[in-house]
């Protein structure tokens, strides 16, 4: 009994302690602050800056906007599993504020930009990952994600001596689902016998997947005892499970989103062949950069191969020797003589 | 592992909950007001332990939260954490722990929006045909815990939370394979929107365009149903019994299987209104970014107020406010997790305040009964 309650006791100090760890953390970027110049809000999605993954995408994109065009910023982020109520709360903050271009972060804004964005005729918005909130004060930023998985996909092929290549997806939804459309179209278009392992890793509305490498790890474990030999994380924070798989079964692994070679730890970097990139940042920068620049655009802006908003990276030099074809594929598909499936 | 640890959590919550000895009406308003002042006193610790004045902090949420936009959501928030709570608390009446009641809403929402977006009727019918789907999916799902716990000795803290899960998986399948309509450029997926005949309109409040959902009486209604079946009724009376002992239950004629099964029934449809003032007020259609967690923040509700239907409206009421106001600290540079620990102190502070009213009371009585029978009285000498 006594042991009990020391243990609970225990428990209890240490929720407590990282509660207050996690308090600790900053909430905004680095650098000083200008006290004049343009004030722009973000409004992250569940994570918020540190999720080193899309949000932080999000951030760096800022980041950049702040250092570069004398910025001031505001970043607020959501809450799991909060009503649109709270979001059009929190976009009417931004906005309330002076906060002017606001920037929502990820698809899970729609509605509550559509309802919250007439009402403020004169901020203009932006959201990533949505076109189907419109308006014209919005702007939408959206990625051929397709199309750069279509690359890491054809990399895949040529570089697998199995004939066996994993997709392990965060969440089953349909943007992932267009990462792995196009990661299967790039594997196909190099050689139809490649076979594909697909794993999602949860089902909506249990968001964790993106964020839970042990999930990551045991899918990839299962597709390298499978025969595979490569496996492409579209995965967020549980891509970091994968490595951690290609590393104890000395096989390779396929980043997302940022080039993951760079943040890997020292350890994972070698067993990450390239990364498919999905350049936030690009979208972020440029749409203040536009506007502080008076050329604000509404309704859609499409990230795709042709600007570079999307693509592959190739630090770590694991691909040198095929970069060529990839350049090749990536052109077809730039000409349109090649057209990647979206789902 | 985590699911364990919740499970590890109730059942000793369950215990300590089985302790708390009915109220008196002046230690239920002393209990929760130290409690308050309690939490609001870690909380302040917190808070200057990460650099923000806890007076400046407290301010800002309230000044932020009696805004106009501010009452209606927060009454929003209330109107289903108060549903969510009542689901939680008609089994924690009778030490039944439905920690399912998430997974329940979840799947009721779905298949309710699925139905309700695929026919047209007249508006009272499409209504009610809605919410009479979302009742009967809540009810079946939860009696499955029910009917495990009274055949197979499942206890239901365990399969409730693996039926969570289920739910989710579930719920999903259905969603992406059979339910959902795309939206042109959104990466969101839902169930086709429900028609106007579905919807319920909001009340409007001054100062606002933010609307009261009009299922906010449903809740209400909720409320006194579940007063008086509690206390009121036959049903509600074996309720009670069998959750202070179910053995003296037996004895006075109870069927403890019957009240499991039919508890168990009543919580998950009720559990099964929760998503509705969402469903049919505001979003109209069960998608990607339907609210989720609803049955769990449930549970700490009903904690906070007693399983008791005017104390949970409270403890509803209050959860909403901070989840609302909690939106001004990031604004201000405070981190509005704070709104997080808050909350859980106050359950805590709430739960140990009653213990320790308890506590002191049985000693009371215990010394009182000493002093009694320290003192001989006259009809034990003429006994003896």
Not at chain 1, 162 to 188: M, R, S, W, Y
Not at chain 2, 74 to 89: E, G, P, R, S
Request: hydrophobic letters at 50%.
């Amino acid at each position: 009994m006594r042991r009990q309650r020391a243990t609970k006791l225990a428990a209890v100090l240490a929720v407590a302690a990282l509660a207050v760890a996690g308090c600790g953390k900053s909430n905004s970027g680095s650098g000083t602050t200008p006290k004049t110049g343009p004030k722009v809000g973000l409004a992250y999605d569940i994570g918020g800056r540190g999720d080193k993954s899309f949000n932080d995408a999000a951030a760096v994109g800022l980041d950049k906007a702040k250092t570069d065009l004398k910025l001031r910023i505001k970043e607020l982020s959501a809450a799991p599993g909060e009503t649109d109520a709270a979001k059009e709360t929190r976009l009417k903050l931004l906005a309330d504020g002076g906060y002017n271009p606001v920037i929502a972060i990820g698809f899970a804004y729609s509605a509550a930009l559509a309802k919250v964005a007439p009402k403020y005729p004169n901020v203009k918005f932006a959201i990533i990952d949505d076109l189907a909130a419109k308006g014209a004060n919005i702007s939408n930023l959206v990625f051929a994600e397709n199309e750069g998985s279509f690359l890491v996909g054809a990399a895949a092929a040529l570089k697998s001596k199995t004939k066996n290549v994993g997709f392990v997806g965060g969440v089953q939804v349909p943007l992932i689902q267009k990462f792995e459309a196009g990661f299967k179209a790039g594997v196909a278009a190099v050689d139809k016998s490649t076979k594909v392992q697909v794993k999602y890793l949860t089902q909506p509305p249990d968001f964790t997947g993106f964020n839970d490498p042990a999930k990551g790890k045991t899918a990839a474990e299962g597709m390298y005892d499978g025969g595979a030999d490569i496996v492409f994380a579209a995965a967020g924070g549980s891509g970091t499970g994968v490595f951690q798989a290609a590393k104890a079964k000395n096989k390779l692994a396929i980043g997302v989103d940022s080039d993951q070679y760079e943040s890997a730890s020292a350890d994972l970097k070698p067993v990450i062949m390239t990364s498919m990139l999905k350049r936030v940042d690009i979208a972020v920068f440029t749409f203040i950069k536009d506007f502080t620049d008076g050329n604000f655009k509404a309704g859609p802006k499409v990230f795709d191969l042709k600007v570079d908003g999307v693509g592959y990276s190739k630090s770590g030099g694991k691909i040198d020797d095929i970069v060529s074809k990839l350049d090749d594929y990536k052109k077809q598909i730039a000409d349109g003589k090649i057209t990647v499936p979206d789902k | 592992m985590s699911d364990l640890f919740v499970a590890q959590r109730t059942l000793s919550l369950r215990r300590l909950l089985a302790r708390l000895a009915p109220h008196k009406l002046l230690l239920t308003l002393v209990a929760p007001a130290l409690a308050l002042l309690f939490a609001a006193l870690i909380s302040a610790i917190v808070l200057v332990g990460s650099g923000a004045s806890p007076l400046f902090t407290y301010r800002s949420m309230l000044e932020f939260g009696l805004k106009p936009d501010q009452i209606v959501n927060t009454v929003n928030q209330a109107t289903t954490y108060y549903l969510a709570a009542i689901a939680v608390a008609i089994g924690f009446r009778m030490n039944l722990f439905n920690i399912g009641v998430d997974g329940q809403y979840r799947l009721a929402a779905l298949l309710s929006a699925f139905v309700g977006g695929a026919v047209h009727l007249p508006a009272p019918l499409h209504v009610a045909l809605i919410v009479v789907v979302a009742v009967t999916v809540g009810a079946a799902w939860a009696s499955i815990a029910g009917i495990l716990k009274v055949f197979r000795g499942v206890n239901e803290v365990i399969s409730t939370i693996m039926l969570n899960a289920i739910a989710t998986a579930l719920g999903a399948y259905l969603l992406t394979t059979y339910f959902s309509v795309s939206v042109a450029g959104s990466n969101n997926i839902g169930t086709k929107p429900i028609g106007a005949s579905g919807r319920i309109g909001g009340i409007a409040f001054p100062g606002t365009d933010n609307r009261v959902f009009g299922l906010v009486f449903l809740a209400v209604l909720v409320g006194v149903g579940f007063h008086f079946l509690v206390n009121r009724s036959r049903f509600g009376f074996d309720l009670r019994a069998t959750g202070l002992s179910a053995s003296a239950a037996v004895a006075s004629g109870v069927s403890v299987r019957r009240m499991v099964l039919l508890t168990m029934a009543i919580s998950g449809g009720l559990a099964g209104l929760i998503g509705m003032p969402q469903l049919l007020g505001s979003s109209y259609s069960y998608s990607l970014d339907f609210p989720a967690g609803l049955g769990f923040a449930g549970i700490g509700i009903a904690l906070l107020g007693r399983n008791n239907p005017v104390g949970i409206a409270f403890g509803a009421l209050l959860f909403g406010f901070l989840d609302q106001s909690s939106q001004i600290l990031d604004l201000n540079g405070i981190p509005k997790e704070i709104v997080l620990i808050m909350q859980g102190t106050i359950v805590l502070s709430v739960v140990v305040a009653y213990e320790i009213v308890r506590r002191v009371r049985i000693r009371q009585q215990q010394s009182a009964v000493g002093t009694d029978l320290a003192t001989p009285t006259e009809p034990q000498e003429a006994a003896a």
